[in-house]
T-cell receptor
Framework: EAGVTQFPSHSVIEKGQTVTLRCDPI?????LYWYRRVMGKEIKFLLH????????ESGMPNNRFLAERTGGTYSTLKVQPAELEDSGVYFC??????????FGPGTRLTVL | QKEVEQNSGPLSVPEGAIASLNCTYS??????FFWYRQYSGKSPELIMF????GDKEDGRFTAQLNKASQYVSLLIRDSQPSDSATYLC????????????FGQGTTLQVKP
């Protein structure tokens, strides 16, 4: 069974540009989560989808971040415009029942 | 502010010894507790979860939960150099969302 996949693995952009991160959850997992780890800090929750619906987006830092999960399959997280403080590793996780979560390899975002 | 606290380490143990990793959490309403292992540059890997007070054993790993003391620990018996990694404690206090609150992680070094 394939695990959670994320694309790209690395992204380097300039401040003010737009970046879109993609996550493909484990097949059949209705629950999809986005987390972020900035350097020196703990992993922090961004938001949670159940199928295509946003269940909890309390961790989204501001309106420069937009997450979608059209059709309840893969999800995208767009940052527009990117700021320096957005640099970090963005993890996606999926879960069949909303309990144990399985993480993807992450996307390392660097904003210059 | 709901928090999860871990000693960042590094915790150094000799090969074959028992490694004890500790985690405290601030919210008494927390319901489920997870231990993830993360190798450098890799995704967090779920190794144990526990929901009820007491001990839960899985191979060389034992998770211990004491809700009265708001304390969860992970014991690794017969530690191997391959166990060297960062161990992340994560807590979910709201079972309907699955949102995880992470500690900063404890780095474990197992020396041959």
């Amino acid at each position: 069974e394939a695990g959670v996949t994320q694309f790209p693995s690395h992204s380097v952009i300039e401040k003010g540009q737009t970046v879109t991160l993609r996550c493909d959850p484990i097949s059949g997992h209705d629950n999809l989560y986005w987390y972020r780890r900035v350097m020196g800090k703990e992993i922090k929750f961004l938001l949670h989808f159940v199928k295509e619906s946003k269940q909890d987006e309390s961790g989204m830092p501001n309106n420069r971040f937009l997450a979608e999960r059209t059709g309840g399959t893969y999800s995208t997280l767009k940052v527009q415009p990117a700021e320096l403080e957005d640099s970090g590793v963005y993890f996606c996780a999926s879960s069949p029942m909303g309990n144990e979560q399985f993480f993807g390899p992450g996307t390392r975002l660097t904003v210059l | 502010q709901k928090e999860v606290e871990q000693n960042s380490g590094p915790l150094s143990v000799p090969e074959g010894a028992i490694a004890s990793l500790n985690c405290t959490y601030s919210d008494r309403g927390s319901q489920s507790f997870f231990w993830y292992r993360q190798y450098s540059g890799k995704s967090p890997e779920l190794i144990m979860f526990i929901y009820s007070n007491g001990d839960k054993e899985d191979g060389r790993f034992t998770a211990q939960l004491n809700k009265a003391s708001q304390y969860v620990s992970l014991l690794i018996r017969d530690s191997q150099p391959s166990d060297s990694a960062t161990y992340l404690c994560a807590v979910n206090w709201a079972s309907n969302t699955g949102k995880l609150i992470f500690g900063q992680g404890t780095t474990l070094q197992v020396k041959p």
